[in-house]
């Protein structure tokens, strides 16, 4: 069967021009947005992070509610509102924190959510969001003492000459890799000698992540 007329309709893809008019014929004229071909019409919403999560400790996971513009302020920002009859309380996973299970995004942020069907039998809908965070700070410290089950410990650089203070002590740094009574405190030994960790900035502050070695 020979076709009257091809055009392209996306990188490499041509279609007929009657298969073109009968997509544009099934696509949906209001707010719907089909983002997956073949599934039903998915929608692309506004939302708002709204208070608490679901996960404790909390993960790449947040409760947010659909939102619009308002107008603007006397800044000449966009101001946003509630959608009335919109969703809320809904879960919305940033799919940036999903490797990280970080929750870093501010309360009050207004993000762009996809709505996806899982592949859960019956599907269930899921709301997903690409908000990108900073990955939490390292920074390489010296153990200076240990009390009370925490550390304190030095901040550190490294200069042509070696290592440099780099900023205040920080205290009550736990280990948490110390899972045994007789391995809490193992960093402050041996005497005589400079101790140097990595510590890793968390919501709760600097924590260490670092298990002794285990003899059998």
């Known amino acids: 069967m020979e ?34 071909p073949g599934g039903p019409p998915y929608r692309v919403l506004w939302c708002r992070i709204t208070t608490g999560a679901p996960g ?68 269930e809908m899921v709301y997903l969001t690409n908000v990108p965070v900073a990955r939490p700070a390292q920074r ?19 200069e042509e000459g070696g290592f440099e203070n780099d900023g205040d002590p920080i205290s009550g740094v736990p280990n948490v890799g110390e899972l045994w009574p007789d391995e809490a405190g193992y960093l402050a030994g041996p005497d005589g000698f400079d101790r140097y960790v990595r510590i890793l900035s968390t919501p709760a502050g600097w924590t260490i992540l670092l298990h002794p070695p285990r003899m059998v």
């Open 3 to 36: 076709t009257d007329r091809l055009r392209i309709y996306a990188p490499g893809a041509a279609l007929d021009r009657g298969d073109d008019r009968h997509l544009e014929a099934d696509r949906p004229k209001d707010r719907w947005t089909e983002i997956s």
């Open 56 to 123: 404790s400790p909390a993960d790449e996971r947040y409760y947010a509610e659909e939102v619009r513009p308002k107008g603007t302020d006397a800044g000449g920002h966009i101001e946003w509102e509630a959608v009335p009859g919109g969703v809320e309380g809904i879960v919305v996973h940033n799919v940036a924190e999903a490797e990280t299970g970080t929750h870093l995004v501010p309360e009050s942020t207004v993000v762009r959510v996809e709505e996806r069907l899982d592949r859960s039998a019956p599907p």
């Open 140 to 158: 390489l410290a010296r153990v200076v003492s240990y009390s009370g089950g925490t550390y304190t410990v030095q901040p550190v650089r490294r």
